[in-house]
């Protein structure tokens, strides 16, 4: 009896975690860069991401297409924040998707912040 207890336990804990890759489709709702101390506001992008304790894996849709962030802090499937070496970091709580991105090119420094409302796919 006790055998078969410990294994339901075992096997319930580690289902949760094997398959906890949840997709979600965001609606773009900002899209703004800042260079040469001017702003300019784009047509903001929809586009797909999956994701995990470990990281955002993003779709071929959009800005980020083919980007995989990963996970810095992680509270739950609604709540964490990722960030990808050198390009910029990204935050999601409860549906808002929120990216602050700086990189420095041939034209000069270059930052965007992006914004979007989700929805799991």
């Known amino acids: 009896m006790t055998r078969t207890l410990l294994t339901v336990l075992f096997l319930a804990l580690f289902s949760q975690t094997a398959g906890a ?5 965001c609606a773009g ?12 506001n784009f047509k903001p992008q929809n586009f797909k991401f999956s994701v995990d304790q470990k990281s955002v894996t993003f779709g071929s849709d959009g ?20 960030a990808d070496a050198g390009f910029g970091t990204t935050a999601f709580q ?5 990216a602050a991105l700086s ?5 000069g420094a270059t930052g965007l912040l992006i914004g979007a409302k989700c929805d799991k796919f």
């Open 103 to 107: 990189f420095v090119g041939e034209d």
């Open 94 to 98: 409860d549906g808002e998707f929120v």
């Open 21 to 25: 890759n949840t997709v979600y489709y």
């Open 63 to 82: 800005f980020f297409a083919g980007s995989k962030f990963l996970i810095e802090s992680w509270v739950s499937e609604v709540l964490w924040k990722a």
């Open 29 to 40: 709702t900002q899209f703004t860069e800042i260079k040469a101390s001017k702003l300019k």
